[in-house]
T-cell receptor, first 117, second 116 residues
Framework: DAKTTQPTSMDCAEGRAANLPCNHSTISGNEYVYWYRQIHSQGPQYIIH???NNETNEMASLIITEDRKSSTLILPHATLRDTAVYYCIVRVPPPSPRGFGNEKLTFGTGTRLTIIP | DTGVSQDPRHKITKRGQNVTFRCDPISEHNRLYWYRQTLGQGPEFLTY????????KSRLLSDRFSAERPKGSFSTLEIQRTEQGDSAMYLC??????????????FGPGTRLLVL
């Protein structure tokens, strides 16, 4: 799996958009970008994933650069409940055309996002 | 609530004792994963099952650790002769492969183990 680089911590004012960057300069063509978050003392929560097109769901938007070497997770109107550690992960999800993909998720240390009232 | 449950949520034990954790995945999910998370770190993969078959084990899974998924539904993770270094959050996740869309792992709340 390609390695990712994220800032250690970020603050965002409540009600503003939170933009969390992730660098994955060694990403390969068949690797997807996944985002998870982990609220204190809970299990990780899936947020969104994408390959090369921008994606949006009810939780967030994912913007992937054209060269796919970086991406940004956007929480459009951050609330206090969005305070969490956010993990950016790149992987080939199973099943790949050649059989199994990379089954496990490889987490880094993530970005600790604090929403300020 | 993702639909993945783990029991117990907290466990305190003395060094040398055996402990067992249970994970109940989302009912139609055929894949079940175990991860371990120590303080300040992201979760680390331990092992995973496809139905009842254990298909991959991490080097982190020493001989004292054993995991089972006997009927392809719930899973247990046992740690024998616990050591203080085993203190961590043990996380379970499940997924469906193939699913018609990309595989997504859904995590349970975790079991926090403290070895005294």
């Amino acid at each position: 799996d390609a390695k990712t680089t994220q800032p250690t911590s970020m603050d965002c004012a409540e009600g503003r958009a939170a933009n969390l960057p992730c660098n994955h300069s060694t990403i390969s063509g068949n690797e997807y970008v996944y985002w998870y978050r982990q609220i204190h003392s809970q299990g990780p929560q899936y947020i969104i994933h994408g390959l090369k097109n921008n994606e949006t769901n009810e939780m967030a938007s994912l913007i992937i650069t054209e060269d796919r070497k970086s991406s940004t997770l956007i929480l459009p109107h951050a609330t206090l409940r969005d305070t969490a550690v956010y993990y950016c992960i790149v992987r080939v999800p199973p099943p790949s055309p050649r059989g199994f993909g990379n089954e496990k998720l490889t987490f880094g240390t993530g970005t600790r996002l604090t929403i300020i009232p | 609530d993702t639909g993945v449950s783990q029991d117990p949520r907290h466990k305190i034990t003395k060094r040398g004792q055996n402990v067992t954790f249970r994970c109940d995945p989302i009912s139609e999910h055929n894949r079940l994963y175990w991860y371990r998370q120590t303080l300040g770190q992201g979760p680390e993969f331990l092992t995973y099952f496809q139905n009842e078959a254990q298909l991959e084990k991490s080097r982190l899974l020493s001989d004292r650790f054993s995991a089972e998924r006997p009927k392809g539904s719930f899973s247990t993770l046992e740690i024998q002769r616990t050591e203080q270094g085993d203190s961590a959050m043990y996380l379970c996740a499940s997924s469906l492969v193939p699913s018609g869309s990309l595989e997504t792992q859904y995590f349970g709340p975790g079991t926090r183990l403290l070895v005294l």
